[in-house]
């Protein structure tokens, strides 16, 4: 078995293969290359929040989206009556896309439920690359376009 060769992101940091193992996983940065990917890496920053602390809070500035690499998390929306839970986040999944795209503030909020891991991409770093983020601003609008219809499919199963 060889080692892969050992690769430095955009900042010259060493890379660590397992994180890019991650986001290659992920649906986001689908159609990236390693190299992509590794360079991608440099624009990030790791995050741990301890379990029933926020990532962030509804209406929270924002610019960022994160990957989750190790923990579970709840996309929770204030209504009248309380929070309303949205989604349960797992590794492998994203949240945040809508502030890379608009960067409006926070429209829910998101909360650890166990200790988290996730990876930070603001959207500056994502523009550093012109072929990067138009990949990942495509995989971003395909993302959001399929939870909406899951979410007014489920709305139309209800009012049946």
Request: proline fraction near 3%.
């Amino acid at each position: 078995m060889t080692n892969s060769p050992k690769m430095n992101d955009s900042s010259g940091r060493a890379v660590d293969d397992s994180l890019v193992t991650v986001l290659g996983k992920v649906s986001l940065f689908a159609g990236l290359s390693r190299l992509q990917l590794v360079f991608l890496l440099g624009a990030t920053s790791r995050v741990e929040i301890p379990a029933d602390q926020l990532f962030f809070d509804e209406g929270d500035s924002a610019d960022s989206l994160y990957v989750f690499v190790a923990g579970e998390a709840v996309v929770e929306k204030r209504m009248p009556d309380g929070w309303r839970l949205l989604a349960t986040l797992r590794p492998g999944q994203t949240v945040g896309e809508m502030a890379v795209v608009d960067r409006s503030p926070r429209s829910a909020r998101v909360r650890a439920v166990t200790s988290c891991i996730a990876i930070r991409l603001d959207s500056g770093g994502l523009e550093s690359s012109h072929e990067i983020a138009a990949t990942v601003y495509r995989n971003v609008a395909a993302t959001i376009t399929a939870r909406v219809r899951a979410y007014t499919d489920a709305d139309d199963r209800r009012t049946e």
